[in-house]
């Protein structure tokens, strides 16, 4: 079985974000970047709001 969606917990994503970009290769931060950005996911990981927020992503 595949799961349809996935939600991440938009603090927990930023904070991971900011973490690999500093461990990936250039590329790899790219292919980051793009996935992010397919998914709906790319201007969530900039957002500092301490709610805990949840955002469906289809996989």
């Given at each position: 079985?595949i799961?349809?969606?996935?939600s991440?917990?938009?603090?927990?994503?930023?904070?991971?974000?900011?973490?690999?970009?500093h461990?990936?290769?250039?590329?790899?931060?790219?292919?980051?970047?793009?996935?992010?950005?397919?998914?709906?996911?790319?201007?969530?990981?900039?957002q500092?709001?301490?709610?805990?927020?949840?955002?469906?992503?289809?996989?």
């Amino acid at each position: 079985m595949i799961l349809e969606k996935v939600s991440f917990d938009q603090q927990l994503l930023s904070k991971e974000y900011r973490k690999a970009k500093h461990v990936l290769h250039s590329h790899e931060a790219q292919q980051l970047d793009r996935w992010l950005k397919a998914k709906g996911l790319y201007p969530g990981v900039f957002q500092t709001n301490p709610s805990y927020q949840k955002a469906p992503v289809k996989v």
